[in-house]
């Protein structure tokens, strides 16, 4: 079916979960705006969750590979992509990195979980597109450090983000403002007369 196209931010709501880790909707448009997808974009979404990224950027791209190692994880990719009717995003079970060798070449690539092998995820995607548009969440000081390390030791330009948001809860008749974990995205690409 021709879905409608929408604003990046699906509610966290619509989406299934279980126990699974998901990307926030604040996070998920920052993302989204961080890759800059496009109507003819590939993208892959590696450490995916629950797939809510990869839902996101199949309703904005061409297609999406999302790529998950947990069974239960990628039940919920499935459940969610059949919700959303996003037919265009391809799951892919297994690890990174030896789960990218038969992808197609990326425009954008999402790393929302790595399993300790970013500086290889990332040697995959620039193998495949010495132009590929990166973006990697972390919600560890350790991982920040170690995104930020991988994209200078593949000569990348890092701009981090950090994204921090609270919503609003009532009690009783107030409205009290629950934080949200914050999360940096770190993302970059290499320069024009680099790639």
Do not use: H, Y
């Given at each position: 079916p021709?879905?409608p196209?929408?604003?990046?931010?699906?509610p966290?709501?619509?989406?299934?979960?279980?126990?699974t880790p998901?990307?926030?909707?604040?996070?998920?448009a920052?993302?989204l705006?961080?890759?800059?997808?496009?109507?003819?974009?590939?993208?892959?979404?590696?450490?995916?969750?629950?797939g809510?990224?990869?839902?996101?950027?199949?309703?904005?791209?061409?297609?999406?590979?999302?790529?998950e190692?947990?069974?239960?994880?990628?039940?919920?990719?499935?459940?969610?992509?059949?919700?959303?009717?996003?037919?265009?995003?391809?799951?892919?079970?297994?690890?990174?990195?030896?789960?990218?060798?038969d992808?197609?070449?990326?425009?954008?690539?999402f790393?929302?979980?790595?399993?300790?092998?970013?500086d290889?995820?990332?040697?995959?995607?620039l193998?495949?597109?010495?132009?590929v548009?990166?973006c990697?969440?972390?919600?560890?000081?350790?991982?920040?450090?170690?995104?930020?390390?991988?994209?200078?030791?593949?000569?990348?330009?890092?701009?981090v983000?950090?994204?921090?948001?609270?919503?609003?809860?009532?009690?009783?008749?107030?409205?009290?403002?629950?934080?949200?974990?914050?999360?940096?995205?770190i993302?970059g690409?290499?320069?024009?007369e680099?790639?």
């Amino acid at each position: 079916p021709d879905r409608p196209r929408r604003a990046p931010g699906i509610p966290d709501e619509a989406f299934l979960r279980g126990k699974t880790p998901m990307t926030k909707q604040e996070a998920r448009a920052a993302v989204l705006a961080k890759l800059a997808v496009g109507p003819e974009d590939v993208c892959w979404d590696i450490g995916a969750g629950t797939g809510s990224v990869s839902v996101e950027l199949a309703l904005q791209c061409k297609e999406v590979w999302s790529v998950e190692r947990d069974a239960a994880a990628c039940g919920l990719i499935l459940a969610n992509r059949g919700r959303f009717g996003a037919w265009n995003l391809v799951p892919v079970r297994g690890t990174a990195p030896a789960a990218l060798e038969d992808l197609p070449a990326p425009d954008g690539v999402f790393v929302g979980g790595s399993g300790g092998e970013l500086d290889a995820i990332l040697a995959a995607a620039l193998g495949k597109n010495p132009r590929v548009r990166l973006c990697v969440s972390a919600i560890a000081l350790e991982t920040l450090s170690a995104a930020a390390a991988a994209f200078a030791a593949r000569g990348l330009e890092a701009q981090v983000t950090q994204i921090w948001a609270a919503r609003s809860k009532g009690a009783g008749g107030l409205n009290l403002m629950m934080g949200q974990n914050p999360v940096w995205l770190i993302s970059g690409r290499r320069r024009e007369e680099e790639a």
